[in-house]
């Protein structure tokens, strides 16, 4: 059976995203790497994960890319970034980016080299807006933050997919899935909790990859489905 494999919130450690990858869990043809967003910001090399996770595609085995809260971020700011070319756009505040630079988003635009977001490379835009909101498998859901279970369809919500920090559970509603999420940093131990409890319907897998210097954080994780094998791979960026 192909093994699938799930890491949550990169921000921006592209270091530490190879090791874990190409060190660690060493992906083989057939296999499945699922990434729940957050690949941006905080960290110094949003560029660099960026370039390295498109890169995947011409590997022999399957990637698949959920939208995390960051990301949603950065376009929202991009949609009130003014035009440098038309007379005095450059008046008009960007509240959007301030709330995101409040949030490490300056670190992305420092790894792009820029100030402006429109000049970020169209392309690098283009993947970040065709990022999916969550992955349904026959025993899990995977989405970045979680899902909306006050609504009748929790997955018509896609804003709770990218920023909810608190759900309860309705498990009739989603086939009895386990979801499989990240967002909201926990401690390496809630983690392996997570994974040993048969009642719980929910792994929550980010570690705080940027919080190097707090117990119990600060490592990049990656969890395999079928064999319920957690990795976790020290920061190597910060």
């Known amino acids: 059976m192909a093994n699938r494999w799930v890491i949550p919130d990169i921000h921006a450690c592209s270091k ?10 060493k992906p083989q043809k057939g296999d499945c790497l699922y990434f729940l967003g957050d690949y941006i910001d905080r960290g110094p090399d949003s560029k660099g994960v960026i370039d390295y996770l498109i890169s995947l595609k011409d590997r022999d085995f399957e990637s698949h890319f959920l939208m995390g809260n960051h990301e949603d971020y950065l376009l929202k700011a ?5 035009d440098p070319k038309k ?3 450059f008046r008009k505040k960007n509240r959007q980016k301030e709330a995101w630079f409040a949030h490490g988003g300056e670190t992305c635009m420092k790894s792009f080299g820029e100030e402006n977001l429109n000049n970020i490379p169209s392309n690098y835009i283009d993947w970040i807006k065709s990022l999916k909101h969550y ?21 018509e919500d896609k804003i709770n997919m990218l920023w909810t920090r608190d759900f309860k559970i309705k498990p009739s509603k989603i086939n009895h899935r386990t979801i499989v999420h990240g967002h909201v940093p926990v401690h390496i131990d809630f983690i ?5 409890k048969k009642d719980y319907h929910f792994i929550d897998l980010d570690n705080g990859v940027y919080m190097k210097n707090k117990e119990g954080f600060g490592t990049l994780t990656a969890y395999e489905l079928n064999s319920k094998t957690l990795l976790t791979q020290d920061n190597l960026d910060l």
Do not use: R, Y
Not at 16 to 25: R, S
Not at 192 to 196: A, D, Q, S, T, V
């Open 16 to 25: 530490t995203l190879k090791q874990l990858i190409e060190v660690q869990i």
């Open 78 to 82: 991009l949609e009130q970034e003014p």
């Open 87 to 89: 007379l005095f756009s």
């Open 135 to 155: 992955i349904l498998l026959d025993d899990f859901v995977l989405v970045h933050a979680g899902l909306n279970f006050e609504n009748e369809d929790p997955f």
């Open 192 to 196: 392996n909790l997570c994974i040993g």
